[in-house]
């Protein structure tokens, strides 16, 4: 299994582009579910999500074209709508075919996605939202078996905030008949993404970006042309990794208005940061300020960031509050970065991190994508070197990992 090995110190400088954003290109492939037409997608990110995502496609009929970052996906002979247990229990977010499957082919059988290394995260919303648009479901054997002649359009309301949940809902509603309302639906920018090409599509959805959606279906929907929107958790990462170094790194494709809450925070710890239409430019010339952050649906403080954070907190002056609100079980690497020499207090959801002058390297284990990105930048500042084992999980989300850092001037080493 790949390692990661890490030589603390360098100071982040330079300039690397962002790549296409993991959650928002997830749910569009899927999308292409909900037509007979081709569609093509660009800036697809090449990382194992995507891959699994493409073989799940795959083995249910539809063809598949990728040439370096386009993506084209033609579901003209989709025959299978199955997701089996052997590629859902990779990734959560196979999920995602569901609504999509059940809308276009009045059938799917997905395998139940299961637990995962941050909380229960079950799938019941989008069950509840599926059934009240007339699907009958039954929960045999690990799969959620769906059924309907054709999707009705319903009010639906959903006892939290889901992202995929909403992104799932909404595009089962694309080709339901009638008037699909979603309401405390996710005000996520992946979410508006996914609108935008659905729309782009034929479809009639008014709302994404607020908490009400509402979605006119439609008989069929049609090929189109898709770019991905930057990944903000990616430019989230790197402008924390730039900061805990006392770098200087500029992210090109990218924008700050999809992350206010983080570049806020990164303001109160002391970085100065320059934004412009399609870049970030962080400058951080001095130790960081501790800061309190309280993770929330978008636009508040992405959980997705936590752990980052909780790892510039490390290093930072002064006492941090985290609350971690979204999942119940996602301190993983608070316990890793101890080995690191952190000082962090873990009670229920809420840690606490006392800032040290400095950590010292050691070998560490990644448990989840965003605990290993926290190890990662962690590795970066401790003097010496570290060893972060299991960095599948790093595959899975962040693109060209060491190279983006080699070009920044880290010392990352990929062993096997
Ligand atoms: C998405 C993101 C993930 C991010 C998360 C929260 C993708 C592919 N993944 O995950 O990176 O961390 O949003 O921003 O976009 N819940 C239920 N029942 C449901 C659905 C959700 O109880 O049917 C709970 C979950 O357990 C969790 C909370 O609701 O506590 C939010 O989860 P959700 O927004 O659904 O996360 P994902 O969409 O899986």
Same mark, same amino acid.
């Given at each position: 299994m790949d390692k990661l090995l890490i030589e603390g110190g360098p100071r982040l400088a330079g300039e690397i582009a962002i790549s296409g954003a993991k959650n928002a290109a997830l749910p569009l492939l899927c999308a292409? &579910? &909900? +037509?007979?037409d081709p569609v093509t997608f660009t800036?697809?990110?090449?990382?194992n999500d995507i891959g699994t995502m493409l073989r799940l496609l795959a083995q249910m009929g539809v063809k598949v074209e990728r040439e370096g970052s386009t993506v084209t996906l033609d579901a003209g002979g989709l025959d299978t709508p199955v997701a089996p247990y052997e590629l859902v229990k990779t990734m959560r977010?196979? *999920? &995602?075919v569901l609504g999509p499957l059940v809308a276009r082919m009045g059938e799917a059988r997905v395998s139940l996605p299961g637990g995962c290394a941050i909380g229960a995260r079950p799938v019941d919303q989008h069950i509840k939202g599926l059934q009240a648009m007339g699907a009958e479901i039954a929960v045999e054997q690990g799969y959620v078996h769906a059924r309907t002649a054709r999707l009705k359009g319903a009010r639906l309301f959903t006892d939290m905030v889901t992202v995929t949940g909403t992104e799932n809902l909404m595009m089962a509603a694309c080709l339901a008949a009638g008037e699909t309302v979603i309401e405390n639906a996710a005000r996520e920018p992946e979410v508006v993404d996914l609108a935008n090409c659905l729309v782009a599509m034929g479809a009639r959805i008014s709302g994404?970006? +607020?908490d009400v959606i509402r979605i006119q279906g439609v008989e069929s929907l049609h090929g189109t042309t898709h770019r991905i929107m930057p990944d903000r958790i990616e430019t989230g990462t790197y402008l924390c990794a730039a900061a805990a170094t006392g770098g200087d790194v500029r992210l090109t494709g990218t924008s700050a208005c999809y992350l206010d809450a983080v570049v806020d925070k990164l303001m109160d710890a002391g970085c100065e940061i320059e934004t412009g239409r399609d870049f970030i430019h962080l400058h951080a010339s001095r130790r960081l300020t501790a800061v309190s952050i309280r993770t929330a649906?978008?636009?508040? %403080?992405p959980t997705d960031m936590q752990a980052q954070f909780m790892a510039i907190n490390t290093v930072a002056e002064g006492t941090a509050v985290i609350r971690e609100t *979204? %999942?119940?079980?996602?301190?993983?690497h608070a316990v890793e970065l101890i080995r690191l020499g952190a000082d962090i207090r873990i009670d229920g959801n809420t840690a606490v991190v006392q800032g040290k002058p400095a950590l010292e390297g050691a070998t560490v284990m990644a448990t989840d994508l965003r605990a290993s990105a926290s190890l990662v930048i962690a590795g970066l500042v401790a003097r010496g070197e570290t060893l972060v084992e299991r960095i599948y999980h790093l595959d899975r989300g962040y693109e060209h990992l060491e190279q983006k850092l080699a070009a920044l001037g880290a010392r990352v080493r990929r062993v096997r």
């Open positions: 292409a &579910l &909900l +037509t007979r800036h697809v990110p090449d990382l977010a196979s *999920i &995602l994404a970006g +607020t649906p978008y636009p508040a %403080f *979204i %999942f119940e079980n996602r301190y993983m």
